[in-house]
Nanobody
């Protein structure tokens, strides 16, 4: 049974930073791509970032490029999302997800996801 547990969300001021973590269990972590999605109130879930198992392929949605960084530690079975220069429009529930391919994550395909963690950015 694959489990993904996010942590690190909270309240930040505009221009501030937060780091999200997602701990995975249930299968060989390094063999799978990991990604982050987010869903703001009244909006559809959107792709944020993805990273392949070896970290050789990384994708971001245009709105976070240069501000967010996805990384992974395969020894700790954990993926991270470092969020800098936060904006109020980054406010959303952030979900960790996994799939066999980072490209599939980029186009919104995933086979498991976590329960989400709230990120709120005040202006």
């Amino acid at each position: 049974q694959v489990q993904l547990v996010e942590s690190g969300g909270g309240l930040a001021q505009a221009g501030g930073s937060l780091r999200l973590s997602c701990a995975a269990s249930g299968r060989t972590f390094s063999s799978y791509a990991m990604g982050w999605f987010r869903q703001a109130p009244g909006k559809e879930r959107e792709f944020v970032a993805a990273i392949s198992g070896s970290a050789g392929n990384i994708y971001y949605v245009d709105s976070v490029k240069g501000r967010f960084t996805i990384s992974r530690d395969n020894a700790k079975n954990t993926v991270y999302l470092q969020m800098n220069s936060l904006k109020p429009e980054d406010t959303a529930v952030y979900y960790c997800a996994t799939d066999r391919s980072s490209f599939r994550l980029r186009v919104g395909v995933y086979d498991y996801w976590g329960q989400g963690t709230q990120v709120t950015v005040s202006s």
